[in-house]
């Protein structure tokens, strides 16, 4: 394995405050803090970050307190990627600010709240958890004297946005303009995509493990974890079952992360990109090197195999699913029920938009404020 340097400043390619394509609402500029700082700050001051705490990752909330939350996993990711950055010059604040942001527009009870949302929404435009953060920062928040949502920068917003369908993107402006184009975001962007799938990948095996739904020896088979668990169990014999977890995901981490440096370093060394801009124009540049992006996708597929698709998480989707299901066809039949800042969004009495308010509520209920709210206008009890 290549030596990383030492912390280099901030490179050429970089985002800088200075050169920011801006926010949509023009602020003065903070007398000490930058652009970017400002941005992480509000989102981490913003009451969809608060509700992270209580939105599940793969286990619901209350299935035990040591699991991961949206939360922790945007906290994860963030960390992952600050330390990246660093060593690759980019800006950490910026990566900080997207990353802490990435998630913020999820529904409760994660990837099935998200694909029953979408299902509901059929006919209304549809559900995008990756829109709806963007959404969330834009619009959603109500807090500030003179914009709606964070008025984050293009930067921050155009990291937020990974993916977005050509239709979707056509509305967004110069937001949108990337996809049409086929045009790569930032390095921050780039990098924030990808210390999330190291994030989740790493901190699935280490909650899958927790919950015994997949098992050591399961895992042994494949190669990124068995290497680096054979290694720890050589190292250490005589450690505990949970310390050799641990030191074995820590490993993991540490090689996929190093590795991606290292590619990412020597590809930006080959096209020499000397502005954001230029960034922009190229193909990806924050890379895994093809070995490890074998090994990354190997536990990729076996988590989706062998975790998300284990019965007890399905029983758990498909409760979920009738929650959203239940919880939407309320509100739509009667828009009356929807707490009074939320019916004011309503406005035209166009099926569009209450549709759009109600997955709005929805998708910002919490795994538990779900639960309870289903419970009370249902009076159905349901055990997830
Ligand atoms: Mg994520």
Redesign the pocket.
């Known amino acids: 394995m290549t030596a990383v340097s030492t912390k280099p400043g901030l490179a050429d390619y970089a985002a800088r405050p200075e050169t920011s394509r801006g926010r949509i609402h023009l602020e003065p500029s903070h007398s000490y803090r930058g652009d970017y700082e400002r941005d992480r700050d509000r989102v981490i001051h913003s009451s969809a970050f608060r509700r992270l705490v209580y939105k599940t990752q793969v286990f619901v909330n209350h299935e035990g307190d040591l699991y991961r939350t949206r939360l922790t ?2 906290l994860e ?1 963030g960390q992952i990627a600050r330390t990246a950055a660093g060593r690759l010059g980019l800006n950490e604040q910026l990566v900080e600010a997207i990353c802490l942001s ?2 913020l527009g999820h529904t409760p009870f994660g990837h099935a709240g998200q694909e029953a949302l979408n299902r509901c929404m059929q006919g209304f435009g549809g559900f995008e958890h990756n829109l709806q953060s963007l959404r969330v920062v834009d619009k959603l928040e109500d807090k500030y004297a003179s914009f709606p949502g964070l008025n984050l920068t293009f930067e921050t917003r155009e990291g937020i946005l990974k993916h977005c369908s050509k239709r979707n993107a056509r509305e967004l402006g110069d937001l949108g303009l990337r996809f049409i184009e086929r045009r790569q975001p930032g390095l921050e962007a780039q990098l924030a995509n990808l210390a ?1 799938a190291i994030a ?1 990948n790493n901190h699935d095996v280490d909650d899958g493990l927790r919950s015994r739904l997949i098992t050591v020896d399961e895992l042994k088979e494949v190669r990124l974890f068995g290497e680096q668990y054979t290694e720890v169990m050589r190292q250490y014999p005589q450690l505990s079952r949970r310390a050799m977890i641990h030191e074995t995901v820590r490993a993991m981490i540490n090689l996929v992360v190093t590795d991606l440096i290292n590619t990412t370093l020597a590809n930006l060394q080959q096209s020499k990109p000397e502005s954001i801009d230029a960034v922009r124009e190229l193909p990806p540049q924050v890379l895994f090197s093809e070995p490890m992006l074998e090994q990354h996708l190997a536990l990729k597929k076996f988590l989706n195999q062998s975790l998300y698709r284990h019965e007890k998480v399905v029983a758990m989707t498909r409760q979920a699913d009738t929650v959203v299901t239940e919880l939407f066809g309320l509100f739509m039949a009667d828009p009356a029920l929807l707490p009074a800042d939320h019916a004011v969004k309503v406005g035209a009495d166009s099926n569009d938009h209450q549709a759009r308010a109600v997955a709005d509520y929805v998708a910002g209920m919490t795994d538990r404020y779900a639960l309870s709210e289903h419970a009370r206008l249902t009076g159905k009890k349901l055990a997830l």
């Open positions: 996993h945007s990711v990435h998630d999330d989740y």
